[in-house]
């Protein structure tokens, strides 16, 4: 009896975990003005999360994915642009200074006219 159990019990951990591997809604932040948003979703059980830039309406586009502990997105809005910098996160008790990992610019004017909601 013990055994089947415990058999039941390791068929069931796969499917657990790719439940939990689901893209959960974490939040929604302004970016810039009042009609750009970043929306962010947990990813997976480790504390990931992946950010899409959308106007809610015309596009969203996917940022990454990125780990929240080590790792931001700055957003940053000049005219039609917006520049998007993925970088580590720098401590002051610590000899670590924050890094550029990547660096994205996008027109708002394409984003629309493209209008790539995914």
Request: proline share 3%; hydrophobic share 35%.
């Given at each position: 009896?013990?055994v089947?159990?415990?058999?039941g019990?390791?068929?069931?951990?796969?499917?657990?975990?790719?439940?939990?591997?689901?893209?959960?809604?974490?939040t929604?932040?302004?970016?810039?003005?009042?009609?750009?948003?970043?929306?962010?979703f947990?990813?997976?059980?480790?504390?990931?999360?992946?950010?899409?830039?959308?106007?809610?309406?015309?596009?969203?586009?996917?940022?990454?994915?990125?780990?929240?502990?080590?790792?931001?997105?700055?957003?940053?809005?000049?005219?039609?642009?917006?520049?998007?910098?993925?970088?580590?996160?720098?401590?002051?008790?610590?000899?670590?200074?924050?890094?550029t990992?990547?660096?994205?610019?996008?027109?708002?004017?394409?984003?629309?006219?493209?209008?790539?909601?995914?």
């Amino acid at each position: 009896m013990k055994v089947s159990v415990l058999i039941g019990l390791i068929s069931l951990a796969p499917a657990l975990l790719f439940v939990s591997c689901g893209k959960n809604y974490y939040t929604t932040a302004k970016v810039c003005h009042d009609s750009l948003y970043v929306e962010v979703f947990r990813v997976n059980p480790f504390g990931e999360y992946s950010t899409y830039l959308t106007d809610s309406t015309n596009f969203r586009v996917f940022m990454g994915i990125y780990d929240p502990e080590n790792e931001a997105y700055t957003y940053s809005c000049k005219g039609d642009s917006i520049i998007v910098w993925k970088h580590t996160l720098g401590y002051k008790s610590s000899d670590q200074i924050s890094k550029t990992l990547s660096t994205k610019v996008y027109s708002l004017r394409e984003l629309k006219k493209e209008h790539s909601i995914n």
